[in-house]
């Protein structure tokens, strides 16, 4: 097996049992409210695009071009979101409502007590830099900017909608993404290939490696279940996220980077199987 489908092989598997840490214990199993509760939150009707998109986002890599901050018409934020913005810069909530934020334009339940980014129409959002480049509160964003792109609202409407993954042409992070996932996708079809034109046993073979990670392994709906958690916490916030956790009996909330190397590899086989079957079964 070539080094590099080895190596992620082996750190995949590493992440799988790394994550028994934060489990319940051995024999306490996760409560199905749990998967009630997040039914509540994301309808099962995104499904596997809500998974599928949370493992493409963990793994992107923004590369902070500007074009999101420069072509949102609208950026909503929150209550949390404003409170988190308003304590980094240093005002009080009520100064920063008053001049960096307006009423949302659309009303109701479903709204709540959202509001929107005040910004020029055509012009890039306040909180824009092109000289650092990108955002200039990176690090307590509104939430619907730390969800962009996989996982925004529009994007997941567009997935169940189609029923395939989103692509974003335009977006140098999804384009750097789609070629790292295809170079290994090839690497586990020479390998396959490879072997079978050697009539080799085909155990061993990357690929079925990967099929038992995610389907077969004693783990793999745990996981599942940890990368759709994950997804919650993108998408709704920590807050949101945590009493789930604590419901399911974890430990703590997964980390990003002990998700990763099986979110990749997830990614992966969900857009190998999407484009050998275009329509995903649930
Ligand atoms: S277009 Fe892509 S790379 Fe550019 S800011 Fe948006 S998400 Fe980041
Ligand atoms: S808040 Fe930051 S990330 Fe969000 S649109 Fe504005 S500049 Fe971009």
């Known amino acids: 097996m070539k080094e590099e489908l080895q190596q992620r092989i082996h750190k995949a ?4 049992q790394s994550l028994q840490a934060i489990l319940p214990s051995p024999g306490q199993k996760p409560q199905e409210t749990v ?5 509540e939150l994301i309808s099962q009707d995104y499904e596997p695009y809500f ?21 949102e018409l609208t950026v909503a934020v929150s209550f949390q979101d404003c409170k988190r913005i308003a304590k980094h810069k240093g005002i009080s909530l009520k100064r920063f409502m008053k001049d960096y934020t307006l009423p949302h334009e659309l009303k109701g ?25 990108g ?16 996982l925004s609202k529009m994007n997941l409407l567009l997935c169940e909608e189609n029923r395939k993954f989103s692509t974003f042409s335009n977006c140098p992070a999804d384009v750097e993404l789609r070629e790292r996932i295809a170079n290994f996708s090839q690497m ?4 396959q290939k490879q072997k079978t034109t050697a009539k080799e046993t085909l155990d061993g073979l990357a690929a079925n490696l990967l099929a038992e990670l ?15 958690l994950k997804g919650m916490e993108k998408y709704f916030g920590r807050d949101t996220a ?12 997964p980390e990003d980077e002990e998700l990763k190397p099986l979110a990749f590899l997830f990614a992966a086989m969900l857009l190998e199987k999407e484009a050998s079957e275009p329509a995903l079964a649930q």
């Open 135 to 150: 955002c200039s509160i990176q690090s307590v964003k509104p939430q619907v900017c730390s969800a962009a792109l996989y």
């Open 188 to 191: 586990l079809k020479e390998e």
């Open 242 to 253: 945590l009493p789930l956790a604590q419901k399911m009996g974890l430990k703590r909330l």
């Open 35 to 39: 998967a009630e509760a997040m039914n």
């Open 13 to 16: 598997q590493e992440a799988m």
């Open 214 to 228: 995610f389907q077969s392994s004693p783990h793999a709906n745990l996981f599942r279940l940890l990368l759709r």
């Open 109 to 133: 339940e479903a709204v709540g007590n959202a509001r929107m980014i005040r910004k020029e129409t055509g012009k890039p959002c306040p909180f824009y830099d092109s000289t650092l480049p």
């Open 51 to 71: 998974s599928g998109n949370a493992a493409l986002h963990l793994v992107s890599r923004c590369r902070r071009c500007g074009r999101c901050c420069q072509k």
